[in-house]
């Protein structure tokens, strides 16, 4: 789903799974990438997420 999202134009800034094996992948993959491994029910609960200064592009 990144890569389709990165040949979108997104910038990728955090790439989360539930998945240890899903994780691993991504971090050889993307290793720019900050990677966690958790459930998107508690995503907001994470410092990687917290720390995110989410914009609008060209906003």
Same mark, same amino acid.
């Given at each position: 789903m990144s890569l389709g999202l !990165?040949?979108?134009?997104?910038?990728?800034?955090?790439?989360?799974?539930?998945?240890? !094996?899903?994780?691993?992948?991504i971090k050889q993959n993307a290793p720019e990438h900050k990677s966690?491994?958790?459930?998107?029910?508690?995503?907001?609960?994470?410092?990687?997420?917290?720390?995110?200064?989410? !914009? !609008?592009?060209?906003?």
């Amino acid at each position: 789903m990144s890569l389709g999202l !990165k040949n979108a134009g997104f910038e990728i800034v955090l790439s989360f799974d539930l998945d240890n !094996k899903a994780i691993e992948t991504i971090k050889q993959n993307a290793p720019e990438h900050k990677s966690i491994v958790c459930d998107v029910k508690s995503i907001r609960d994470h410092t990687e997420f917290k720390a995110l200064s989410l !914009k !609008k592009r060209g906003a």
